[in-house]
């Protein structure tokens, strides 16, 4: 069976469809006309559609084999980001301030493309699949849902990929081990006392509290995590006071931590809250801490899977087709799929300096994709999951 020609023999198809939902960007959780339109895709395709309840956006398309067999999980998230897309693209967003930015639309369109050959050549192998077309991942929320509604029951095995500009649109990343980081938020309300400006003796100084406290959080990573071990602890906001003249009386930061080493994670909540307490009783202030766990570390830890993903890129494009690429601290919500079964995360390139726009990194404003790597990624997805149905 040659999957590649397949694939090549709906570029088309799969190119219109990067295009439409390019075009139609919608964000977190509001993914309802591209939820409408996968469904209509996957009907004309003749695949078996569910949705999501209490107005839950994505679907899933299933795909049975010609006999019982195991379950296989094919992700595709779906959601757009709010940027002001500048490409000059003749199929740029219609939607002011809304922008397929991070790359889901190409996701999709090889998730469809999948699906359409899987289809057809289903008669050749055993087992079922699940096509996951996953609302929010954006905002970390899409995974953790869906699975409340049962998404993963009965599943075996999920397979996910994201486009990346960092390195060539001829490459491919199938990798063992750590890909992406544990991604948690806090916020940081700091207390004091209010007093005029002029006597600053008479109040407690929550920005000069907050300044301290900022500066001593970085210690967690300096000087207490294990320096060969990555890990971020980054204050994104700061906001407080009322006036110039007015010695401030609250501060509220909101921050991000991110690690690979599930471990220290569970720790680092404790030197948080024990960093920013001392620190602002210091002071003369109190500490509050709101601390909200979310997605894991995506860790490529299965080697069965490895080995079936990474040959699947060799049978169709040669092993210099796949390519190394170092952890990156982004987040992935797919971390949550794998947590309940064994998953495989790679990393299809799309850079082509041809292609201005194509090596911008994603969610920037003018962030492009060469579309020949679409092609690849669809019969990558197709090979691994013929492969890992019959065994190969």
Sequence with gaps: MDIRKKAENIKDYIIEMRRYFHQNPELSLEEFETTKKIIEELNKMGIEVSTFKNGLTGCVGTIKGAKEGKTLLLRADIDALSVLEKTNLEFASKVKGKMHACGHDCHIAMLLGAAKILNEIKESFSGTIKLFFQPAEEIGMGAKLAIEQGVMDNVDACYGVHVTPRFDSSKINMQYGERMAATDVFKLTVEGVSSHGSSPHLGHDAIVASGAIITGLQTIVSRINNPLKPAVVT???????????????????????RTFDENFRKEIENYIREI??????????????????????????????????QNAVKKLYGEETLIEMEKITGGEDFSLLMEKVPGIF??????????PGSEKINHHECFTVDEEALIRGTAVAIQFTFDYLEGK
């Design 346 to 355: 790679g990393y299809i390139g799309t850079k082509n300096l041809n292609i």
């Design 276 to 309: 920013s307490g001392s620190i602002a009783k210091a002071h003369g202030c109190t500490a509050k801490l709101e601390y909200r766990y979310g997605t894991g570390v995506v860790i490529n830890k299965d080697k069965n899977l490895v080995d079936i993903a």
């Design 235 to 257: 204050i994104g906001t700061i906001k407080g006071g009322q006036r110039f003249n007015i010695i401030a009386n609250e501060v509220v930061m909101e921050g991000n931590v």
